[in-house]
């Protein structure tokens, strides 16, 4: 059984770092082809895909954001780590982070309950 | 960027009835594309992948269709746990892999 939980702040101040953990379960990152991503989702908008590491520590980041993320990953801790920079009022969101079954053309088919941060001084 | 223009943005519909939405991407995604269920204050569920896969343990109610920029997805007998958001998602080549705007199902 696959899961998946976020961790981190609920709360961060504007130009501040935010640093979130997903520490997940039920496959290993290590396996060829999987992969975990981080998705984000303001309050009453859609979902916006941010990054998404692979298991041979390839990573893709969304081009509006790429200069302000980072992912990482701890395989011996099934953990991965996003980092965001420079944090802004509308960087407000419900963040998720999701299990990819595959490389090619990956999609999320598990998903972590979503931690909500707030971005405010 | 891939646009995914995701339409209606919200419908009502009674119990029973046939749902249809649709999603329709910039450039030709080919069957990279898949449709997920949200409720108030959950995680997104996956319904369909590549474009008409049913995710295992999804009601067969639940179906999608197309290919190249024009998609559809449809609930067959809309049932009152089927209240949501649904979303579409294109995951062609390139990042990023961007979502449409949602779909609100209510009932009538």
């Known amino acids: 059984q696959i899961t998946l939980k976020e961790s981190g702040p609920t709360l961060v101040k504007p130009t501040q770092t935010l640093t979130l953990t997903c520490t997940f379960s039920g496959f290993s990152l290590s396996t060829s082809g999987v992969g975990v991503g981080w998705i984000r989702q303001p309050p009453g908008k859609a979902l916006e895909w941010l990054a998404l590491i692979y298991w041979d520590d390839d990573k893709r980041y969304s081009p509006s954001l790429k200069s302000r993320l980072t992912i990482t990953k701890d395989t011996s801790k099934n953990q991965v780590v996003l980092t965001m920079t420079n944090m802004d009022p509308v960087d407000t969101a419900t963040y998720y982070c999701?299990?990819?079954?595959?490389?090619?053309?990956?999609?999320?088919?598990?998903w972590g309950q979503g931690t909500l941060v707030t971005v405010s001084s | 960027d891939i646009q995914m223009t995701q339409s209606p943005s919200s419908l009502s519909a009674s119990v029973g009835d046939r749902v249809t939405i649709t999603c329709q991407a910039s450039?030709?995604?080919?069957?990279?594309l898949n449709w997920y269920q949200q409720k108030p204050g959950k995680a997104p569920k996956l319904l369909i992948y590549d474009a008409s896969n049913l995710e295992t343990g999804v009601p067969s109610r639940f179906s999608g269709s197309g290919s190249g920029t024009d998609f559809t997805f449809t609930i067959s007998s809309l049932q009152p746990e089927d209240i949501a958001t649904y979303y579409c998602?294109?995951?062609?080549?390139?990042?990023?892999?961007?979502f449409g705007q949602g779909t609100k199902v209510e009932i009538k």
């Open positions: 450039q030709d995604i080919s069957n990279y």
């Open positions: 998602q294109q995951y062609d080549n390139l990042p990023p892999w961007t």
């Open positions: 999701a299990h990819s079954p595959r490389a090619a053309r990956p999609y999320f088919d598990y």
